[in-house]
């Protein structure tokens, strides 16, 4: 490790320059450090960094979203299933003691109810209206997009997954006692449900 003292002018390269994805070591050079020397004295730049790039692209696909951008709409109801925060630190660091409690992963159960608690207390009634509408307007031309992303999300496919031994075709047999009936024919029709 070397002497060396931050200085503004850095700390702002730090931020921008992994807020725009630049791999460590490059950004290390940029300063003229060595990576173990950026991370003790830029690791919060370098979060804040790309917490406001994450943060600016998540705002832009939301109001894209908004506007009834189909692709958008998928990207953040796909996103809102999944969250995943990546919990760390940058390499080269080293944590002393247990993980706080705000690191610790959470189960299936617990992302799950906090989806529910964020569309049902936070905007995300305001993107699902927003696709349901976009759904019910014949003249939209994400029209089918919506019905799918709205069906996907309410029926789970598997109410019509067929399981390996059943046939998708109805058999009917009518057999007799020794009998051979001769000049059967076959009916053809629409079969309805009664």
């Known amino acids: 490790m070397i002497d060396y003292t931050p200085n503004p002018d850095h700390r702002r390269l730090v931020e921008s320059t992994s807020g725009i994805g630049l791999p460590y070591n490059e950004i290390a050079a940029l300063i003229n450090v060595d990576e173990e020397t950026l991370f003790e004295h830029y690791r919060r730049e370098i979060e804040i960094g790309q917490a406001k790039a994450n943060g600016q692209i998540a705002k832009a696909i939301y109001n894209k979203a908004l506007d009834g ?58 993107v699902v209206t927003k696709a349901i509408e976009i759904a019910l307007n014949d003249n939209h031309p994400a029209q089918a997009a919506m019905i799918k992303l709205c069906m996907d999300r309410t029926l789970p496919i598997s109410l019509f997954e067929k399981e390996r031994h059943q046939r998708s075709a109805v058999t009917i047999n009518i057999t007799g006692l020794g009998a051979v009936v001769e000049g059967a024919a076959t009916i053809e029709g629409d079969v309805t449900d009664v």
């Open 69 to 126: 951008d189909s692709a958008s709409l998928k990207i953040w109801s796909d996103n809102q299933t999944k969250i995943k925060r990546n919990v760390g630190r940058p390499l080269g660091t080293k944590m002393i003691g247990r993980p706080p409690a705000a690191l610790v992963l959470k189960t299936d159960r617990e992302k799950i109810n906090e989806l529910k608690k964020m569309l049902l207390d936070g905007s995300g009634e305001s």
